[in-house]
Structures are given as C-alpha cells and as structure tokens.
C-alpha cells in the first residue's frame, strides 16, 4: 500500500516507538507517576520532560495540559472556556468537526471563508463580548492556512479569547502568537495515537475537565500514560529537530504532484497553504469511486472521522463549490516517510483510475 494520507494520521516514528517502550512494562518503567515511590518518580520525571518537548514547539508563556487526544481539548476548551466566558461563541465554517460539532450546540455564530478557503476578514459584529472565537490554523481537509493573529486580535479587541486548532499545523510549521488555548494531537507528528493536549496561555483561567485526583496539575484527573507522553515528547523533539528538512522534503512532493496532476483543480489557496495537503478535483471523476478502483493507494475524500457518513464535505461546500464538485474532488497527503518513487506510482495509479472513469 501507497500511503498518501497523512492528515487523517502519519506514521510512527521510530523515536517516537523507542522512547515508548520502556514505559510499556518493563521492570523498571511501568510506575505510576502520580505515586511517590522510586518508580513513580520516574514516570512523572518522563511526563515532564515529554511536557517540555512538546511545549518546545508552541508560543512561549502558556502550560500544556496532556488529554487523550485533539478532540477532547477542543471540548474541554469549548465548554469549560465558554462557562468562564459567557459572552457567546464564534467560530469559522471550516472547522473540524471536534470543534464545529461543540460550536453548533453553543449556538455560535459562524465566520465565513472565501472560495479560496481562507478566512474573510473578520465582521466585528458577528465577535461576541468576552465570549470565545475558535480559528484553525491549518485546515484539515485543504491545507488553508488562516490568518489565525488577525483573528485573535479580533477577539481581544472585544476581551473574547481566541481558541487554535493547531493540530494540521503544530510541528510543520510556526504556532502565531495570538492564540490563548490551542489544541493538539500526537499521531498528526508521527506520534502516538490516543494522546494530545490542550496548551493554555499564562493568566488565562480554564476549569477542569475531570476531577478525582488531582492529576495533570489538577486539572484532568485520571492516571497519566508515561508511554503515550514519552512518544508524544519524542515526537515533538524529533519534528523540531527535523522542521526544515521536513519541509523542504514536503515542497519537492508538492512540486512532483503539481506536475503529475496538471488538469485537475486545485481546491483553496496555492498560498497560504500547507503544501503537504493537496486537496483537487476533476470534472467527471467520482471521487469514492476512484478510491475503490485505486485500492492500493490510501487516500481521501475529505476528513477521516466524516468519511463513512457519506455527506459531502462541509469544508467545500463553505468555500462555494457545488455537490457535484466536492464529490469530485479527493485530497491526498504526504510528509517525512514519503519517497517521491511512492508519490508517483500513487499518482500514477490515480490518473488511471480516472481514465477508467472516461476521464484522461
């Protein structure tokens, strides 16, 4: 199998596995850290170290809160933060669905995009008053990068908080000042699965989302996975160790499918962009069946968690694309562990795919 798909989740890294293993229990690495014995001692020193290396990539001034993932710091930071904020909600209309799912039942009022993906210049009107707006900093199924600062000092000129989903971009490229909580997951940076955080910027109060025993500086209680964190920090170390090269490495793909792909549409933004997400589409392709007849290539139509519910994706129909088009498009991913030889064969068995559709 070709895997193209690195926004629904990448690879494990190998550092990442290593660091991991000694806190799977071994004799001396399967203490719970919240016990005060030797082994406890480890495991909690292993938990903040992997803190550190995670902290290491966002803006300085805030503390980083471990969670079982993405999705649940988003619900933390929606919920709780709008129980401190009650001034309303905002969000904008190409948000993940761990987000917009939580927005819709906090009546939140939506930011509308452009056809090219990107945020509209924010309507002060629809800002609520010391209340929370939400903005994604990379989007998960077109790689558009929102002008996140300009948002948040939308928000703060009306004392809301400015909330950042930051896990298409967190470890590819650079987290803006401006955000006051952000969200992020391991497995988007070669981590493991089941692990994220949410990161709260100094002097801003959020209430806990779990209580029982004061884990997570009292904010999550619930016993802390040593070897999820110790991936996670691994993870996170090796993404900022590797950053440049990363993306240097993502821009030569980008380039070769740019080249391999040149009547199919681009779908939001050339620029800004992340270009390890190249979401398109074609006229006359169908987009569920290319990916049966392309089998051995793994790829998607849009978001992982929406991809079975059969809808069309909301992303594109914010961004004024039609049914028939979104059902044409498909969205392929790339990163470290993609050699350009694997690229074009995918590329390759894509375009024929299509050719069997009547499409060359």
């Not at 926004?7 to 596995?17: G, H, I, N, S, V």
């Not at 948002?151 to 803006?176: E, F, M, T, W």
């Not at 802390?224 to 090269?245: D, I, K, N, T």
């Amino acid at each position: 199998m070709i895997y193209l798909d690195y926004q629904a989740t990448t690879p494990l890294a190998p550092e990442a596995r290593a660091a991991m293993l000694r806190w799977l229990g071994d004799e001396e690495g399967f203490g719970n850290p919240a016990s005060t014995h030797r082994a406890g001692r480890a495991a909690a020193a292993a938990v903040e170290v992997a803190r550190d290396q995670v902290a290491a990539l966002l803006p300085a001034g805030g503390r980083v809160y471990f969670t079982s993932g993405a999705t649940e710091a988003l619900n933390w930071a929606l919920f709780r933060g709008s129980a401190a904020m009650p001034g309303g909600v905002a969000g904008l209309s190409i948000e993940h669905a761990a987000s917009l799912q939580c927005l819709e039942r906090l009546n939140a009022a939506i930011l509308p995009v452009g056809a090219d993906g990107v945020a509209l210049p924010v309507d002060d009107a629809l800002v609520p008053e010391g209340g929370i707006v939400a903005a994604m900093l990379v989007n998960n199924e077109v790689g558009t990068i929102q002008p996140v600062a300009d948002i948040a000092a939308a928000a703060h000129a009306k004392n809301s908080l400015l909330l950042c989903d930051a896990v298409q971009g967190y470890g590819r490229i650079a987290i803006p000042e401006g955000p006051d909580l952000a969200a992020i997951s391991a497995h988007k940076i070669h981590g493991p699965k089941g692990i994220g955080a949410l990161w709260v910027r100094d002097g801003v109060d959020i209430e806990p989302l779990m209580v029982g025993g004061a884990q997570e500086q009292g904010m999550r209680s619930g016993t802390v996975s040593p070897a999820l964190c110790a991936g996670f920090g691994a993870a996170a170390a090796l993404a900022a160790e590797r950053q440049e090269a990363d993306a240097a490495h993502v821009e030569r793909l980008w380039s070769l499918a740019r080249d391999m792909l040149p009547q199919w549409t681009l779908n939001g933004a050339d620029n800004p962009r992340y270009h390890g997400n190249l979401n398109i589409r074609r006229e006359g392709v169908n987009g569920l069946r290319l990916m049966s007849d392309a089998r051995n290539i793994a790829f998607s139509l849009g978001s992982a968690c929406g991809s079975g519910s059969g809808k069309v994706s909301h992303v594109l129909r914010a961004m004024g694309l039609s049914e028939a088009e979104a059902r044409a498009s498909i969205r392929l991913g790339w990163g470290r562990y993609t050699s350009e030889e694997a690229l074009r064969e995918g590329l390759t068995a894509i375009r024929e795919a299509a050719r069997l559709q009547g499409v060359n």
